[in-house]
């Protein structure tokens, strides 16, 4: 039997090691999102916190189809592309919708 074209079922991603929360800020790429998040680490010369942030790219699948201003989950994966080896596993919260 032959198997039509366009008709195979795509295997899920796994998912495995880390799990993050941040919020989208960019989605112009296709089936990519840039994930910012803030990060304060311990400065111990100084005795101090630094605050900065981490911007992630992350894969968007059709399903889940995440928009600027979301707050998301994301899991760490296999390496997707050159940068990419996160995927967005679920929206937190939808953008709150701001009109001009």
Known sequence: MAEEKGNKQKRPIS???ARLVGKVVSDKSKKTVVVERD???KVS???RMARGRSRIQAHNPD???AKVGDTVRIGET???SKTKSWIVIEIISKA???EA
């Open 63 to 65: 399903e889940i189809g």
């Open 15 to 17: 998912i495995r090691g």
């Open 39 to 41: 990060v304060t680490k």
């Open 45 to 47: 010369k100084y005795k």
């Open 78 to 80: 296999r390496k997707i």
């Open 96 to 98: 709150e919708k701001v």
